[in-house]
C-alpha cells in the first residue's frame, strides 16, 4: 500500500487527547503500540521525547532544535484512524472538506453520530441562533477548551467565557476531539454535564511559508485567510505564525450584512530538549445585524421570509403603537397575527462583539517519568447587543396618538441595547506522572477569576428615521435603564490513575473537585428616573446576592478493551456538576427574570427565597460502547444512560413588557439513548457512512408550581431536544478529486415543557466538490471546492435559543435555518 507522510506534531497532539478518529472521507487507520497506550499524556500540547513510540512499525524521528529538510515527518502505511472509547477526533484533513469558516461545531456534527448542529446563517457564525446536540446537552452544558484553556460555555453572549468562532480563526485549528462519554476529568470546566470538546491549535511549521485562500459564495459573501509561518528562525528553534481573516456576508433576508474579522498569532520557544514555552494571541471583532426570532404562528403566517420591519421606518412606528398602547393588531392582520405577535415586529435588532484571548503555556519533562504544563490565560470581551424595543417611547417628540391617516404622532419605541464586558484571568497546572506497574497519574488543579458586566441602555429613536443599528452607542447619548455586574471564583482539582491491565486493556478512575462562587446583580437601578422622564418602562427587578455551586467528590471510571485487532469494547461512568448561570437581571438563572407579574414581592425577596431551596444541577452518566474496524467495514454502537438532578430551567410566557418568568428546579430527568454508526468501502476511494441516534429525555416531575398553578410534566420529553438523528453520507476520491454528499435528518422538537408545540422535523441535504492541483510555478497545494449548502431549499427552523414556555405559542425564540446557498474556495500555499 502507497505510503504517506504527515506531521509528527500534529499526528502527537491528536494522539495526546486519546482520539484519532478521522471521517470516512479521510479514513486511515493508525496503529498504535497497546502496550505503551496508557503512558500517552494528556496534554494537548505535546508528548514527552521518553515516550515517542514506533508507529505501524516505523520509528519516529525525534531531534532537538531545528529540523534539517523541513519538518519531522512519521511514515503510516496503513488505512484508517479509529476513535478511542467514548472519544471521536476530527482533524484538519477532514475541516479541510468544509467551507472555509465553518463553524467548528457544525464541523463535528456533521461527521459524528448522536450529534447535531443548527443555525441561521450558513458559517454558523451567529451564536444567538445556533444550537448544538449532543446525547442530551447542548453547548451550554458541555466543557470546551482550547489547547487546555478553559473556554466556558458556548451559547449566546457567554458571560463565562468565549465561543470558540471568535477564539481562534477555523483555519488555525489543528484538530479537534470530543467526548461523547461523561466529559474528560481533564477538562477544566463550571459547566460541563456530559460531554466534553478539545480544540487544538496548529503549530508553526518548520519550514517559512504561508498559505491564503478566498471563498465567495450566495448574498454577496467572501472570506479571505491569510497565514504567514516565520519557520525556524534560530538554533534554538523558535518559530511562531500569524494569520489574519474576514468574513462578510449580506444577509439573507432583511437589511443588513455580517461581518467577522480575526487575527491569531502562535510562538513556540524550545527549552532546550526538555521542554517548550508556547504564546497564543488571538483577536475577534463579530458585527452583525440580527435575524428577527420569531414564533411557530409568525413562521407559518408570514413565511420564512419574514423579518425585522427595516427599512419601513412608519410602518414600525404604527406596528410599536399597536403592540405598546392597544390590543390589536394593523388592519390587514386580524385572524392572521395576535397582539403579542405585532409587538414582536420591531424596527431591527444588531449585534457586535470583540474578544481578545491570550494564554503562555510552558510544557517540561521535570523528570524521566514527570511532566509538567502550566497555563496561564486572560481573556476580554465587550460588545453590544439589542433591538428596538416596541414597549417604550421615546420622550422627545411628545405624546403618542394615531392620527386619522394611519401615521403615528411621536414614537412610541427606542432602541434597548446592553453594553457588556468580561474579564477572566486564570491558570492551570497539570502534571502527568509515569507510575510502576503500568499506571500513568495525571492531576492537576484550575483558578479563575471572572468579572461580568451589562450596562442596559435606551436610545431615543428619531420622529422619521430610526437609530443606526452599528454605531458607536456613546454613553453620553444614551438613558441607563440598569447596570448589573458579577465577580465570579472558580476553582476545580482533578487527580485520574489510567492503568493497562494487560495490552490493549486500560481502566481509568478519578475524580474532581469543583467550587464556583458568583456574588453580583443589579449595581444600578435608574426605572424611577425613567418614569418621570416619560420613557414607559415597565418593571423593576433589581436583585444582588452571591451563590455557590460546590462538590468536593465528582468521581469518573472508563474501561477500554481493544482485542483480535478489529474489536473494541469499553464504558463510561461519572459524575458531573454544572455552576449556576448569571448574566442579566432580564435573563435566565438565579438572578435573571425574577419579581415580574408577582404584587407585592419584589425580585429580591424571590432571590432569597431560591437562595435556600435552589441546588446545582448534577448528572450521572453511563456509557458503553463496541466498535469494529476493518478494510471494508467499519461499525460501532453505543448506549448511554443521564441522570439529571435538580434540573434548572426559566420559563418565560409572554412578550417583553407584560411577560411572567420563573427561574426554578423542575425536579428529575432521564436520558435513555443509542447511536449506531456503520461504514462500508466497496471499491478504492469510495466509503458510505449511515449513522442513527436516539435521545429519549424526559422530566419525571409530577408537580411543577407555575404562576401558581400545578403542572405534571412527568413523562414530558426535554424542551428543544431531538429525539431521533440520521446521516446518510457518500465520499468518493478519485485521483485529486473529492465528491462529497450528505443528508441529515432531524425530528421534531418540543418547545414548551407540556409539549403541546413542537418545531417539526426536516430532511438536509449538502454536496461538495473539490480539486487539488498540486504544486504550479512556487505555489503548492493550490486547491479549489465548492460547496452546496441546504440542496433542497427546505425551509426549516434551525436554532432555538432562550427559555421555554409551559404552554402555547407564545416565545419568540425560533429562527429560521438560510435557504439554498452556493460557496466556491481557492487555496494556495507557499
Excluded: C
Excluded at 12 to 33: Q, W, Y
Excluded at 230 to 256: D, H, M, P
Excluded at 300 to 319: I, Q, S
Amino acid at each position: 500500500m502507497k505510503e504517506f507522510r504527515i506531521s509528527s506534531l500534529f499526528f502527537l497532539e491528536i494522539l495526546l487527547v486519546g482520539t484519532t478518529v478521522l471521517s470516512p472521507a479521510d479514513a486511515r487507520t493508525v496503529s498504535v503500540d497497546r502496550k505503551n497506550k496508557s503512558k500517552v499524556t494528556s496534554s494537548a500540547h505535546e508528548i514527552s521525547p521518553s515516550h515517542k513510540k514506533a508507529v505501524s512499525g516505523h520509528k519516529v524521528k525525534h531531534q532537538s532544535g531545528p529540523a534539517k529538510g523541513g519538518e519531522e515527518s512519521i511514515l503510516v502505511q496503513r488505512a484508517r484512524v479509529r476513535s478511542h472509547g467514548a472519544q471521536v477526533g476530527v482533524t484538519r484533513a477532514v475541516m479541510d472538506q468544509f467551507v472555509s469558516g465553518t463553524n467548528p461545531m457544525q464541523i463535528l456534527a456533521q461527521t459524528t453520530p448522536g450529534v447535531n448542529f443548527t443555525s441561521s446563517d450558513a458559517f454558523g457564525l451567529d451564536t444567538w441562533a445556533n444550537n448544538f446536540y449532543m446525547r442530551g446537552f447542548t453547548q451550554d452544558q458541555i466543557g470546551a477548551t482550547l489547547d487546555g484553556m478553559p473556554l466556558g460555555g458556548q451559547g449566546y453572549l457567554n458571560s463565562s467565557g468565549v465561543a470558540i468562532t471568535q477564539a481562534i480563526i477555523q483555519d488555525d485549528i489543528g484538530g479537534m476531539s470530543m467526548s461523547q462519554g461523561a466529559g474528560a476529568l481533564d477538562t477544566f470546566s463550571a459547566q460541563n454535564l456530559g460531554g466534553a470538546i478539545s480544540y487544538m491549535s496548529s503549530t508553526p511549521k518548520d519550514k517559512a511559508g504561508g498559505k491564503i485562500s478566498q471563498t465567495f459564495g450566495s448574498y454577496q459573501a467572501f472570506r479571505t485567510y491569510a497565514r504567514v509561518d516565520s519557520g525556524i528562525l534560530n538554533n534554538t528553534g523558535t518559530k511562531f505564525y500569524a494569520s489574519f481573516a474576514r468574513t462578510n456576508s449580506n444577509l439573507w433576508k432583511g437589511v443588513g450584512y455580517q461581518n467577522e474579522l480575526q487575527a491569531d498569532a502562535k510562538l513556540v520557544q524550545p527549552v532546550g530538549d526538555r521542554g517548550k514555552i508556547t504564546a497564543f494571541f488571538g483577536y475577534g471583532n463579530f458585527t452583525q445585524a440580527n435575524y428577527m426570532p420569531m414564533n411557530l404562528n409568525t413562521w407559518r403566517k408570514m413565511g420564512r421570509n419574514a423579518t425585522f420591519l427595516k427599512p419601513d421606518y412608519e410602518k414600525a412606528k404604527l406596528w410599536a403603537y399597536y403592540a405598546q398602547y392597544t390590543n390589536n393588531v394593523p388592519p390587514g392582520y386580524e385572524g392572521i397575527l395576535s397582539n403579542d405577535d405585532i409587538g414582536n415586529y420591531v424596527w431591527d435588532g444588531s449585534q457586535i462583539q470583540r474578544t481578545y484571548l491570550s494564554y503562555v503555556n510552558g510544557h517540561f519533562d521535570l523528570f524521566k517519568n514527570v511532566r509538567s504544563d502550566t497555563t496561564a490565560y486572560a481573556g476580554l470581551t465587550s460588545g453590544t447587543s439589542g433591538y428596538t424595543n416596541n414597549f417604550v417611547t421615546s420622550p422627545s417628540y411628545g405624546a403618542v396618538s394615531l392620527n386619522a391617516d394611519g401615521t403615528v404622532s411621536g414614537v412610541p419605541m427606542a432602541l434597548g441595547m446592553p453594553h457588556l464586558y468580561g474579564q477572566r484571568l486564570g491558570f492551570t497546572q497539570k502534571f502527568s506522572i509515569d507510575a510502576p506497574h503500568n499506571n500513568h497519574i495525571d492531576t492537576g488543579i484550575w483558578y479563575e477569576n471572572n468579572y461580568w458586566s451589562d450596562d442596559y441602555r435606551l436610545y431615543e429613536d428619531n420622529l422619521n428615521s430610526g437609530h443606526n443599528s452599528n454605531s458607536d452607542f456613546k454613553k453620553s447619548q444614551a438613558h441607563t435603564w440598569y447596570d448589573d455586574s458579577f465577580n465570579t471564583n472558580t476553582f476545580q482539582f482533578f487527580l485520574q490513575d489510567r492503568w493497562t491491565i494487560i495490552p490493549g486493556m486500560t481502566l481509568l478512575a478519578g475524580f474532581k473537585s469543583l467550587t464556583q462562587t458568583t456574588h453580583g446583580g443589579t449595581k444600578a437601578d435608574y426605572t424611577a428616573q425613567l418614569e418621570a422622564e416619560g420613557w414607559n418602562p415597565y418593571y423593576r427587578h433589581a436583585v444582588n446576592g452571591t451563590m455557590t455551586a460546590s462538590a468536593a467528590f465528582l468521581p469518573h471510571f472508563s474501561f477500554d478493551y481493544n482485542f483480535l485487532d478489529n474489536h473494541e469494547f469499553y464504558w463510561d461512568i461519572a459524575e458531573n456538576l454544572r455552576a449556576y448561570d448569571f448574566k442579566t437581571q432580564t435573563s435566565g438563572g438565579p438572578w435573571g427574570g425574577l419579581g415580574k407579574n408577582s404584587p407585592g414581592q419584589m425580585a429580591q425577596d424571590v432571590f432569597d427565597a431560591n437562595k435556600d431551596k435552589l441546588r446545582p444541577e448534577r448528572t450521572w452518566n453511563y456509557v458503553v460502547g463496541y466498535r469494529y474496524n476493518s478494510r471494508f467495514f467499519s461499525g460501532s454502537v453505543d448506549f448511554y444512560h443521564t441522570d439529571y438532578y435538580n434540573r434548572l430551567a426559566t420559563i418565560t410566557e409572554g412578550v417583553s413588557n407584560n411577560a411572567y418568568t420563573a427561574y426554578m428546579n423542575v425536579g428529575r430527568e432521564t436520558v435513555n439513548g443509542a447511536d449506531i454508526q456503520g461504514v462500508i468501502r466497496p471499491i478504492k476511494g469510495l466509503s458510505i457512512t449511515n449513522s442513527f441516534g436516539w435521545a429519549d429525555a424526559r422530566y419525571q416531575s409530577r408537580s411543577v408550581n407555575y404562576g401558581g398553578q400545578d403542572y405534571d410534566i412527568k413523562g414530558k420529553r426535554q424542551v428543544y431536544y431531538p429525539k431521533f438523528m440520521y446521516k446518510a453520507d457518500l465520499t468518493y476520491n478519485w485521483h485529486r478529486a473529492t465528491f462529497n454528499f450528505n443528508v441529515n435528518y432531524l425530528s421534531s422538537r418540543p418547545i414548551t415543557f407540556m409539549n403541546d408545540q413542537k418545531v417539526p422535523a426536516y430532511w438536509l441535504g449538502t454536496l461538495g466538490l473539490a480539486y487539488n492541483f498540486g504544486k504550479i510555478g512556487f505555489a503548492q497545494n493550490i486547491k479549489t471546492n465548492f460547496g452546496v449548502t441546504n440542496l433542497f431549499n427546505k425551509n426549516y427552523i434551525g436554532g432555538i435559543t432562550g427559555s421555554a414556555g409551559i404552554s402555547g405559542d407564545d416565545n419568540y425564540n425560533l429562527f429560521i435555518a438560510a435557504p439554498r446557498e452556493f460557496y466556491g474556495t481557492v487555496s494556495a500555499e507557499f
